[in-house]
């Protein structure tokens, strides 16, 4: 890929949790490059490391070795050119929805009324419009999470790390946020790495999908969703080569581990498959 297209790049990168004899190898050599205003999906068993990657990705973590770049720089500390909304909303729960939405926008300075506009805009967007003076308490995971979306949305950052965003929601709710994401990623090209358990969702999404293997997790491989863009989430299940990637996907996770665990109780690679339903 061209240097000056990379906006995001793993060399090398190796994860341990735990140190010395206790050290738990989690990434095991991982190197792509993401390039800006592109939708990369990541696929693979639970438990292998996604979350990781997106931590290393956001400065959350450093990788044990090889490095995480972001516009050229090793990351060192916070990166504060993403944004990031990980598994669990981190809502603020003193604030109401709308209040926790308007947070960002606070931060950029926006003037009252400007701001009032955008946050209904945004719980529009998300399907919360009767919802922003309730308190997250108040409200079901789902909503909590559709509210999180909201307010990664109101910081705009150029880089979105989406950590299994729209799992908690019903299925109509999660074609139309999907539909939505790929509209807003379309108008204003911004670079998304989006971790997901659901294949239509990382073949719908994705410019390029990401498939891991089990820990100590390598890449099996970079599957290219060659889908005409604009994408209808609902009409583009019935096309032929959509049909063809899922089934080349779902193979790949099904692929028994190049070195498998020595426990008799490892899992096969039918219960790994099975995990990612
Ligand atoms: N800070 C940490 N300290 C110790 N172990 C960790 C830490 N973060 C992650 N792990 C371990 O690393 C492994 C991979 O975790 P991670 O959350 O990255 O996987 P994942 O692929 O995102 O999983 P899932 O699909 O289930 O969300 C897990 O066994 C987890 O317990």
């Given at each position: 890929m061209d240097e000056a297209q990379t906006i995001l790049a793993f060399s090398e990168v190796r994860k341990s949790f735990g140190t010395g004899a206790e050290a738990l190898p989690i990434v095991g050599g991982v190197t792509f490059d993401v390039a800006r205003g592109e939708f990369i999906t990541l696929l693979g068993p639970s438990g292998c490391g996604k979350s990781t990657l997106l931590n290393m990705s956001a400065g959350l973590m450093r990788p044990t070795s090889g490095s995480v770049s972001y516009d050229g720089a090793p990351v060192r500390g916070i990166n504060l050119d993403v944004g990031y909304m990980t598994q669990a909303d981190h809502l603020l729960p003193w604030r109401t929805i709308a209040g926790n939405i308007a947070v960002p926008l606070e931060i950029k300075?926006?003037?009252?009324?400007?701001?009032?506009?955008?946050i209904e805009q945004l719980?529009?967007?998300v399907g919360l419009e009767r919802f922003g003076a309730h308190y997250p308490s108040q409200v079901?995971?789902?909503?909590?999470?559709?509210?999180?979306?909201?307010?990664?949305?109101?910081?705009?950052?150029?880089?979105l790390l989406m950590d299994e965003p729209f799992s908690a929601l019903d299925a109509q709710l999660r074609l139309t946020m999907q539909d939505e994401l790929l509209r807003l990623c379309g108008r204003f090209r911004k670079t998304v790495l989006f971790v997901t358990h659901d294949l239509d969702e990382a073949i719908t999404l994705a410019d390029r999908c990401v498939v891991l293997g089990t820990r100590p997790t390598k890449i099996r491989a970079i599957v290219p969703i060659d889908l005409p863009r604009p994408r209808e989430p609902v009409r583009l299940r019935t096309n032929p080569r959509y049909q063809a990637l899922y089934a080349q996907l779902w193979d790949l996770l099904a692929e028994p581990a190049a070195a498998p665990p020595r426990t008799s109780d490892a899992p096969s690679p039918l219960t790994m498959a099975g995990a990612l339903a």
């Open positions: 300075g926006l003037a009252k009324a400007e701001r009032a506009a955008r719980l529009t967007l079901s995971g789902g909503m909590r999470k559709r509210a999180a979306l909201a307010r990664l949305l109101a910081a705009d950052p150029a880089t």
